[in-house]
Structure formats: C-alpha cells, structure tokens
C-alpha cells in the first residue's frame, strides 16, 4: 500500500499514528484510558506480533527500551502456542523458547547483568481450551 500512497513519508507517519501510542495521544489520560486507547491499536497490528521476526524484533526493542532506562531485570509474560512462521505454522514450544532465548543471549552479550525471567501465561477470555493447549506445549516440552 505504501508504493501506492501518494506521499510514502505521509504513510508511514500515519501507520505509525495507528499502531503507536504516542505521549501527544496518552496526555492527560488515567491509566485506565490509556490502556482503553491502545486496545484500538491491537486490531491494526492483528497478527503481526505473532510472526516469528517481527516478535523477535518487538521483544528486542523492548527489552532494549528497559537496558536504556537502568531496568536490568525484566519478568517477561508470554503466551506461548501463538508464534507463526513464513509458512503460518505454528512452532512448537520448544522453538519459541530458542526463540526468545536467542534475543536474551543477543541482549546479554552487550549488557551482561541483564536479567530475563519468562512467564508463561494464558488468556482467560479464549477459555479452558486454550488453557490445555499451553499446558500441552509444556509438557511436549518438557518430555
């Protein structure tokens, strides 16, 4: 879509307003609308979090964000069952783990007193289903 716009910068400008919640848009919002604001962004983003290098570079960027403030130890939760790759199949657990282990060796090789605790967790809205399938993911795992 952006080859097509008629100015990209303008695009790119406007995708970032979509996605991003700048101070400008939090200003003068509790906590609570904030959080209700930045829920509009997810729909925008839809999967993409999902994707294997795009999740790799979001979790960089904000673990970096936490090194850049003096936040050396970070409790990370995850939902683990939902990373895709190029072919849109979902990786074992065992992946994501490498996965997410991979950024933190990058990380710490830079800044080694970083810290990286991983907290698996679910979502209550999907269900019991999505429950037992996390709980599956771990004890393939851990077989």
């Not at 716009?5 to 101070?23: F, G, R």
């Not at 997810?42 to 960089?60: A, D």
């Not at 090789?109 to 679910?122: N, R, S, W, Y």
């Amino acid at each position: 879509m952006r080859k097509w716009a008629s100015s990209p910068e303008e695009y790119d400008n406007e995708l970032k307003n979509q996605i991003l919640l700048t101070a400008e848009q939090a200003d003068d919002l509790s906590s609570h609308n904030i959080w209700k604001h930045f829920e509009k962004k997810f729909g925008r983003v839809g999967e993409l979090g999902k994707f294997i290098p795009f999740f790799k570079e979001l979790l960089k960027a904000a673990l970096e964000r936490c090194i850049d403030q003096n936040v050396f130890i970070v409790e990370y939760r995850h939902i683990s069952g939902m990373l895709f790759g190029d072919d849109k199949k979902y990786v074992p657990f065992i992946e994501e783990l490498k996965i997410i282990r991979q950024v933190i060796d990058e990380l710490q090789a830079k800044t080694p007193h970083f810290e990286f605790k991983l907290i698996l967790t679910g979502l209550k809205i999907v269900g019991k289903k999505h429950i037992q399938k996390m709980l599956d993911h771990i004890a393939i795992g851990s077989s």
